[in-house]
């Protein structure tokens, strides 16, 4: 045979280097490789559903307190002698077959003379269509102007208790939206200063060891061998009964912020017992840097995603302790609004016995509480988004 032969197809080789990653992979695998810290946490946080609808839950019930005088649709001190104790009325959108739109039925009721009860009947005659963006009960926003702007009014003469009323003719709906504004934000400030305090002396105590750690260690057992109620009860009614409902608010907050902080130090401590002999910790000391500029800025970092766990799991406790002291009396008072203060009213057992949408401010605890919860478990299991 003379000359070259041509290259048979079926045992040709390719020359280009082989690559076992299709584009796809190789992009996912780029973007994980380059990826920073948070954004693996944010991927890994977004694959646990329930936390995820948990955290969506809480940012929409949180961005509602501001405007809480605009969602009620009554001021909260304003009272219908009329319907004392008035059952819930049910949203409709159809009457005998036809579009209305979100309407009421009104209530017919009569005094029972023999168990001086008010019987409610719903008439299904009275049709009350619901107002949105009207004028309706009078309020001061915020305490700094007057306003009567509502998302939803009820029809004029007409009544819209979609949670019933309480013994004084009280919208129970209106007062647990106002309410919300108070037992939330106690949370969120309790857990400021359980933050502050628990990462400053874990961190102490982790990083000095010691004498230091030894104080620290005996304090933290101290309070923690104290019972947390009947503490939280004796400090609250200590504070005096002449203060004013803004400084039992703070002074609450401070009490929970201050029996709060021993299971995050405890928390920080562990950690920086681990992170503190890491080659990058030594690198920083053997370079002349402080103790505080470790600790601030190399050691806290590090871990600083399971702090964030940790506080969204401290909150709930402070909302409870919140809710029973003022469900006890010892925590806030009247006028002052909070989900606690509602549930005062229901310690009647005939009442709730009777009246069993009294103890309606006790599904916004629940709701809140199981999403906190979940929202921590899923922020506990984002932190290490390397497992």
Known sequence: MTGREP?????????????PYTDEERTAEDSLSFASQWQ???WKFKRHRLALISGIFLL????????SELIAPYNPSTRDADHLYAPPQSLHLFHEGRFVGPFVYGYDYALDLNSFKRTYRINTDKVQPLHFFCRGDSYHFWGLWQGRFHFVCPAEGGTFFLMGTDRLGHDMFSRIVYGTRISLTIGLIGIAISFVLGVFFGALSGYYGGWVDNLIQRLIELLRSLPELPLWMALSAALPVTWSPIYIYFGITVILGLLDWPSLARAVRSKFLSVREENFATAAVMMGASPVRVMRRHLLPSFSSHLIASASLSIPTMILGETALSYLGLGLRPPVISWGVLLNEAQNLAAIQFYPWTIAPMAPVILVILAFNFLGDGLR???DPYT
Do not use: K, S
């Not at 048979?8 to 082989?18: G, I, K, R, T």
């Open 7 to 19: 290259p048979n197809d079926d045992y040709y080789v390719d020359p280009a280097p082989f690559d």
């Open 40 to 42: 693996l946490i944010w």
């Open 60 to 67: 929409v019930l949180y961005a509602t307190i501001p405007f």
């Open 381 to 383: 299991d984002a932190a």
